[in-house]
Protein backbone atom coordinates (compact mmCIF):
# COMPACT_ATOMS: atom_id res chain seq x y z
CA UNK A 1 0.00 0.00 0.00
CA UNK A 2 1.63 3.55 -0.55
CA UNK A 3 2.09 5.97 1.90
CA UNK A 4 1.05 9.24 1.27
CA UNK A 5 3.18 12.24 1.46
CA UNK A 6 1.15 13.61 4.84
CA UNK A 7 1.93 10.09 6.60
CA UNK A 8 4.84 10.60 6.15
CA UNK A 9 5.50 13.80 7.56
CA UNK A 10 3.09 13.57 10.22
CA UNK A 11 1.55 10.23 10.98
CA UNK A 12 -0.92 11.10 13.42
CA UNK A 13 -2.67 13.26 10.48
CA UNK A 14 -5.78 11.30 10.98
CA UNK A 15 -5.33 10.84 15.20
CA UNK A 16 -7.60 12.45 17.36
CA UNK A 17 -5.40 14.93 19.44
CA UNK A 18 -6.85 15.85 22.39
CA UNK A 19 -3.59 17.10 23.95
CA UNK A 20 -3.32 21.16 23.64
CA UNK A 21 0.00 21.36 23.69
CA UNK A 22 0.89 18.41 20.41
CA UNK A 23 3.54 19.13 18.20
CA UNK A 24 4.70 17.42 15.14
CA UNK A 25 8.41 17.64 14.66
CA UNK A 26 10.78 16.76 11.59
CA UNK A 27 14.04 15.27 13.33
CA UNK A 28 16.71 13.72 11.57
CA UNK A 29 15.51 10.10 11.60
CA UNK A 30 12.14 11.05 10.94
CA UNK A 31 9.04 13.31 12.43
CA UNK A 32 7.95 12.56 16.32
CA UNK A 33 5.37 14.75 18.20
CA UNK A 34 5.90 16.78 21.39
CA UNK A 35 3.61 16.31 24.51
CA UNK A 36 3.17 17.73 27.40
CA UNK A 37 -0.71 18.41 28.48
CA UNK A 38 -1.71 14.96 29.62
CA UNK A 39 -4.38 14.68 27.08
CA UNK A 40 -4.51 11.28 24.84
CA UNK A 41 -3.75 11.39 21.28
CA UNK A 42 -5.98 8.57 19.88
CA UNK A 43 -5.38 6.18 16.64
CA UNK A 44 -8.27 5.74 14.22
CA UNK A 45 -8.14 2.08 14.26
CA UNK A 46 -9.92 0.09 16.92
CA UNK A 47 -7.84 -3.18 18.15
CA UNK A 48 -8.87 -6.80 19.44
CA UNK A 49 -7.16 -8.08 22.15
CA UNK A 50 -4.19 -9.54 22.17
CA UNK A 51 -2.50 -7.07 20.30
CA UNK A 52 1.39 -5.35 21.04
CA UNK A 53 1.65 -1.72 20.92
CA UNK A 54 5.43 -0.60 20.45
CA UNK A 55 6.90 3.42 20.64
CA UNK A 56 10.41 5.40 21.49
CA UNK A 57 9.85 8.12 23.91
CA UNK A 58 12.03 11.04 24.72
CA UNK A 59 12.57 12.86 27.83
CA UNK A 60 13.10 16.35 27.42
CA UNK A 61 13.41 17.07 31.35
CA UNK A 62 13.58 14.67 34.14
CA UNK A 63 9.97 15.23 35.47
CA UNK A 64 8.24 14.35 32.17
CA UNK A 65 5.95 11.45 31.29
CA UNK A 66 4.98 9.43 28.26
CA UNK A 67 3.37 6.19 27.65
CA UNK A 68 0.95 4.06 25.66
CA UNK A 69 -2.93 4.61 25.82
CA UNK A 70 -5.35 1.22 25.26
CA UNK A 71 -8.92 0.29 25.89
CA UNK A 72 -9.54 3.89 25.23
CA UNK A 73 -13.34 4.94 24.41
CA UNK A 74 -12.88 8.40 24.20
CA UNK A 75 -10.78 11.44 25.70
CA UNK A 76 -12.52 10.80 29.09
CA UNK A 77 -12.21 6.92 29.16
CA UNK A 78 -8.98 5.11 28.89
CA UNK A 79 -6.35 3.20 30.32
CA UNK A 80 -2.85 3.74 30.07
CA UNK A 81 0.54 2.56 31.32
CA UNK A 82 3.76 5.58 31.20
CA UNK A 83 7.13 6.30 32.12
CA UNK A 84 9.05 8.49 33.55
CA UNK A 85 13.16 8.93 33.88
CA UNK A 86 15.31 8.64 36.69
CA UNK A 87 15.50 11.59 39.76
CA UNK A 88 17.96 12.82 41.86
CA UNK A 89 19.08 9.64 43.83
CA UNK A 90 15.66 7.91 42.45
CA UNK A 91 15.01 4.98 39.81
CA UNK A 92 12.57 6.08 37.31
CA UNK A 93 8.87 4.53 37.14
CA UNK A 94 6.64 2.66 35.27
CA UNK A 95 3.05 3.32 36.17
CA UNK A 96 -0.22 1.69 35.04
CA UNK A 97 -3.61 3.93 35.32
CA UNK A 98 -6.87 4.97 34.01
CA UNK A 99 -8.77 7.80 33.18
CA UNK A 100 -12.28 7.44 34.68
CA UNK A 101 -14.76 10.77 34.34
CA UNK A 102 -12.29 13.05 33.23
CA UNK A 103 -9.25 12.23 36.08
CA UNK A 104 -6.51 9.80 36.11
CA UNK A 105 -6.62 7.81 39.12
CA UNK A 106 -3.49 7.12 40.02
CA UNK A 107 -3.66 8.75 43.51
CA UNK A 108 -6.07 5.75 44.21
CA UNK A 109 -4.05 3.16 42.63
CA UNK A 110 -0.83 2.93 43.06
CA UNK A 111 2.24 0.38 44.84
CA UNK A 112 2.89 -2.67 43.98
CA UNK A 113 -0.02 -3.74 41.39
CA UNK A 114 0.26 -0.76 39.67
CA UNK A 115 3.96 0.46 39.57
CA UNK A 116 7.08 -0.60 39.08
CA UNK A 117 11.22 0.95 39.33
CA UNK A 118 12.99 1.28 36.06
CA UNK A 119 15.96 3.02 35.02
CA UNK A 120 15.34 5.34 32.69
CA UNK A 121 17.65 8.08 31.60
CA UNK A 122 16.29 11.60 29.87
CA UNK A 123 17.40 12.84 27.06
CA UNK A 124 17.81 9.70 25.10
CA UNK A 125 15.35 7.47 23.47
CA UNK A 126 13.59 4.72 25.10
CA UNK A 127 12.07 1.57 23.45
CA UNK A 128 8.11 1.38 25.32
CA UNK A 129 6.32 -2.41 24.40
CA UNK A 130 2.91 -3.11 25.74
CA UNK A 131 1.39 -6.66 24.93
CA UNK A 132 -2.90 -5.99 26.13
CA UNK A 133 -4.47 -9.07 26.83
CA UNK A 134 -8.58 -8.83 27.96
CA UNK A 135 -7.66 -9.62 31.64
CA UNK A 136 -3.42 -7.88 32.26
CA UNK A 137 -0.92 -5.96 30.19
CA UNK A 138 3.05 -7.15 29.66
CA UNK A 139 5.37 -4.10 29.74
CA UNK A 140 8.65 -4.39 28.07
CA UNK A 141 11.39 -1.13 28.61
CA UNK A 142 14.44 -0.86 26.52
CA UNK A 143 15.30 -2.80 23.39
CA UNK A 144 15.29 -6.31 25.03
CA UNK A 145 11.96 -6.85 25.66
CA UNK A 146 12.31 -10.58 26.64
CA UNK A 147 13.89 -9.85 29.72
CA UNK A 148 12.81 -6.77 31.33
CA UNK A 149 8.91 -7.30 31.37
CA UNK A 150 6.31 -6.13 33.74
CA UNK A 151 3.07 -7.64 34.28
CA UNK A 152 0.30 -5.71 35.37
CA UNK A 153 -3.93 -6.77 35.88
CA UNK A 154 -6.09 -4.39 33.79
CA UNK A 155 -7.83 -3.80 37.17
CA UNK A 156 -8.77 -0.17 36.21
CA UNK A 157 -10.60 -1.71 32.53
CA UNK A 158 -14.01 -0.23 32.67
CA UNK A 159 -16.44 -0.92 29.39
CA UNK A 160 -15.83 -2.28 25.97
CA UNK A 161 -13.00 0.54 25.14
CA UNK A 162 -10.95 -0.73 21.95
CA UNK A 163 -8.90 2.62 21.06
CA UNK A 164 -5.35 2.53 21.17
CA UNK A 165 -2.40 5.22 21.28
CA UNK A 166 -0.18 7.16 22.92
CA UNK A 167 0.24 9.98 26.09
CA UNK A 168 2.86 12.92 27.40
CA UNK A 169 3.61 15.21 30.22
CA UNK A 170 5.69 17.74 30.78
CA UNK A 171 7.65 18.04 27.49
CA UNK A 172 8.17 14.65 25.47
CA UNK A 173 8.71 13.23 22.56
CA UNK A 174 6.99 9.71 21.06
CA UNK A 175 8.03 8.75 17.35
CA UNK A 176 7.76 5.18 15.43
CA UNK A 177 4.44 4.37 16.95
CA UNK A 178 2.75 0.89 15.30
CA UNK A 179 0.73 -2.34 16.72
CA UNK A 180 0.45 -5.64 15.54
CA UNK A 181 -1.49 -8.91 16.58
CA UNK A 182 1.98 -11.06 17.03
CA UNK A 183 2.31 -11.93 20.14
CA UNK A 184 5.22 -11.90 22.69
CA UNK A 185 6.65 -15.53 23.85
CA UNK A 186 4.94 -16.97 26.92
CA UNK A 187 6.44 -15.50 29.81
CA UNK A 188 6.99 -16.78 33.65
CA UNK A 189 5.47 -13.47 35.25
CA UNK A 190 1.88 -13.19 36.41
CA UNK A 191 0.23 -9.83 37.24
CA UNK A 192 0.72 -9.55 41.00
CA UNK A 193 -1.93 -9.68 43.46
CA UNK A 194 -2.95 -6.68 46.10
CA UNK A 195 -2.41 -7.53 49.97
CA UNK A 196 -5.85 -5.92 50.87
CA UNK A 197 -5.84 -4.08 54.07
CA UNK A 198 -7.11 -5.84 57.36
CA UNK A 199 -11.14 -5.03 58.96
CA UNK A 200 -11.60 -2.73 55.48
CA UNK A 201 -15.32 -1.31 54.86
CA UNK A 202 -16.42 -2.99 52.13
CA UNK A 203 -20.23 -1.96 51.83
CA UNK A 204 -20.82 1.68 51.31
CA UNK A 205 -24.09 4.05 49.72
CA UNK A 206 -23.43 7.07 47.52
CA UNK A 207 -25.25 9.84 46.27
CA UNK A 208 -24.92 13.44 44.40
CA UNK A 209 -24.06 16.27 47.00
CA UNK A 210 -24.63 19.87 46.63
CA UNK A 211 -24.12 22.85 48.88
CA UNK A 212 -26.78 21.40 51.32
CA UNK A 213 -24.87 20.24 55.15
CA UNK A 214 -27.20 16.86 55.26
CA UNK A 215 -27.70 14.39 52.63
CA UNK A 216 -31.23 13.40 51.55
CA UNK A 217 -32.39 10.12 52.34
CA UNK A 218 -33.77 9.39 49.11
CA UNK A 219 -33.53 7.27 45.58
CA UNK A 220 -30.20 9.06 44.48
CA UNK A 221 -28.06 6.89 46.46
CA UNK A 222 -26.60 3.58 45.03
CA UNK A 223 -24.99 0.62 46.42
CA UNK A 224 -20.94 0.53 45.50
CA UNK A 225 -18.47 -1.88 46.53
CA UNK A 226 -14.74 -0.98 47.01
CA UNK A 227 -12.33 -2.19 44.37
CA UNK A 228 -9.62 -5.08 44.78
CA UNK A 229 -7.43 -2.46 46.84
CA UNK A 230 -10.03 -1.56 49.72
CA UNK A 231 -10.63 2.07 47.92
CA UNK A 232 -14.48 3.33 47.13
CA UNK A 233 -13.49 4.28 43.45
CA UNK A 234 -15.71 8.12 42.96
CA UNK A 235 -13.98 8.42 39.37
CA UNK A 236 -15.54 5.04 38.52
CA UNK A 237 -19.10 6.61 39.44
CA UNK A 238 -18.89 10.51 38.80
CA UNK A 239 -17.37 13.01 36.73
CA UNK A 240 -15.69 15.39 38.44
CA UNK A 241 -17.93 18.29 37.20
CA UNK A 242 -20.25 16.32 40.29
CA UNK A 243 -17.40 18.31 42.49
CA UNK A 244 -18.33 16.76 45.54
CA UNK A 245 -20.85 13.21 46.72
CA UNK A 246 -21.87 11.79 50.22
CA UNK A 247 -20.75 8.34 50.95
CA UNK A 248 -22.04 6.29 53.99
CA UNK A 249 -21.24 2.80 55.54
CA UNK A 250 -22.11 1.27 59.02
CA UNK A 251 -20.19 -0.53 61.53
CA UNK A 252 -21.88 -3.01 63.88
CA UNK A 253 -20.49 -2.80 67.21
CA UNK A 254 -20.19 -5.63 69.82
CA UNK A 255 -22.57 -5.36 72.08
CA UNK A 256 -20.74 -2.89 74.06
CA UNK A 257 -19.33 0.94 74.18
CA UNK A 258 -15.92 0.56 72.44
CA UNK A 259 -13.08 2.31 71.65
CA UNK A 260 -11.39 2.10 68.38
CA UNK A 261 -9.57 3.77 65.51
CA UNK A 262 -11.00 4.20 61.83
CA UNK A 263 -8.20 4.33 59.61
CA UNK A 264 -8.76 6.80 57.31
CA UNK A 265 -7.16 7.51 53.72
CA UNK A 266 -8.89 9.68 51.28
CA UNK A 267 -8.37 12.36 48.21
CA UNK A 268 -9.24 15.64 47.83
CA UNK A 269 -11.18 16.58 50.90
CA UNK A 270 -13.49 15.23 53.20
CA UNK A 271 -15.44 15.95 56.07
CA UNK A 272 -16.67 12.77 58.39
CA UNK A 273 -19.23 11.84 60.64
CA UNK A 274 -19.85 9.28 63.48
CA UNK A 275 -23.21 9.18 64.90
CA UNK A 276 -24.17 12.06 63.48
CA UNK A 277 -20.84 13.42 65.18
CA UNK A 278 -17.82 15.32 63.47
CA UNK A 279 -14.93 13.01 63.82
CA UNK A 280 -12.25 14.74 61.06
CA UNK A 281 -12.17 17.35 58.65
CA UNK A 282 -9.12 17.36 56.17
CA UNK A 283 -7.67 18.01 52.90
CA UNK A 284 -5.22 15.88 50.53
CA UNK A 285 -3.63 16.85 47.77
CA UNK A 286 -0.60 16.67 45.17
CA UNK A 287 1.71 19.03 46.80
CA UNK A 288 5.57 17.89 46.37
CA UNK A 289 7.91 16.90 48.22
CA UNK A 290 5.65 16.89 51.54
CA UNK A 291 2.28 15.63 50.35
CA UNK A 292 1.12 13.24 47.20
CA UNK A 293 -2.49 12.64 47.58
CA UNK A 294 -1.82 9.22 46.96
CA UNK A 295 -4.56 7.50 49.45
CA UNK A 296 -3.52 5.30 52.09
CA UNK A 297 -5.41 3.67 54.54
CA UNK A 298 -2.56 4.44 57.53
CA UNK A 299 -2.49 8.34 56.45
CA UNK A 300 -4.92 9.19 59.36
CA UNK A 301 -5.76 7.36 62.60
CA UNK A 302 -8.92 8.61 64.29
CA UNK A 303 -10.00 7.89 67.71
CA UNK A 304 -13.71 7.20 68.32
CA UNK A 305 -16.36 5.46 70.86
CA UNK A 306 -18.74 3.66 68.99
CA UNK A 307 -21.86 1.70 70.57
CA UNK A 308 -23.07 -1.61 71.16
CA UNK A 309 -25.03 -1.74 67.94
CA UNK A 310 -25.09 -0.33 64.53
CA UNK A 311 -23.08 2.82 64.15
CA UNK A 312 -23.05 4.65 61.10
CA UNK A 313 -20.74 6.45 59.23
CA UNK A 314 -21.26 9.62 56.77
CA UNK A 315 -18.58 11.59 54.88
CA UNK A 316 -18.53 14.11 52.48
CA UNK A 317 -16.15 13.90 49.61
CA UNK A 318 -15.15 16.72 47.43
CA UNK A 319 -12.59 17.05 44.63
CA UNK A 320 -9.68 19.31 43.64
CA UNK A 321 -7.92 17.81 41.62
CA UNK A 322 -8.12 15.66 38.17
CA UNK A 323 -5.44 12.43 40.05
CA UNK A 324 -7.57 10.35 41.51
CA UNK A 325 -11.00 11.17 44.26
CA UNK A 326 -12.61 8.75 46.61
CA UNK A 327 -11.52 7.01 50.32
CA UNK A 328 -10.29 3.72 51.84
CA UNK A 329 -11.25 3.12 55.62
CA UNK A 330 -10.63 0.61 58.07
CA UNK A 331 -11.27 -0.44 62.01
CA UNK A 332 -8.80 -0.89 64.19
CA UNK A 333 -9.69 -2.67 67.40
CA UNK A 334 -6.89 -2.48 68.93
Known amino acids: MAVSDESRENPWSKWQVFDPVAEVLKTGSGPAIRLGGGRPVIAPEALVTPYQVDCEVFFEEAGGFAGVVFGAVDQDAYEVVYLCPNGANQLGGLQYDA ?21 IV ?6 LSVRVYSGHI ?28 IWGFRSVLVRNVHWSGAPWRSFASHPKAFDRPEHVLESWQCAPAGTESKPKDDESWRAVRVE ?16 SVWVRTQIAGR ?10 GFSDQIKLWLNHQLVFEGQWLFKPPGEDGRVRVDSQRIPVRIGPGL ?3 LAKISVQESFGWGLIMAVDWT
Open 255 to 264: GREEDIHLML
Open 138 to 165: AVAVGKDTDSHVHVFRRTLAKGPGSGVG
Open 122 to 127: ANTWVK
Open 99 to 119: AMGGSMTWQLFHGRPYQAEVH
Open 228 to 243: ENGVVNLNALYPLSQQ
Open 311 to 313: NTI
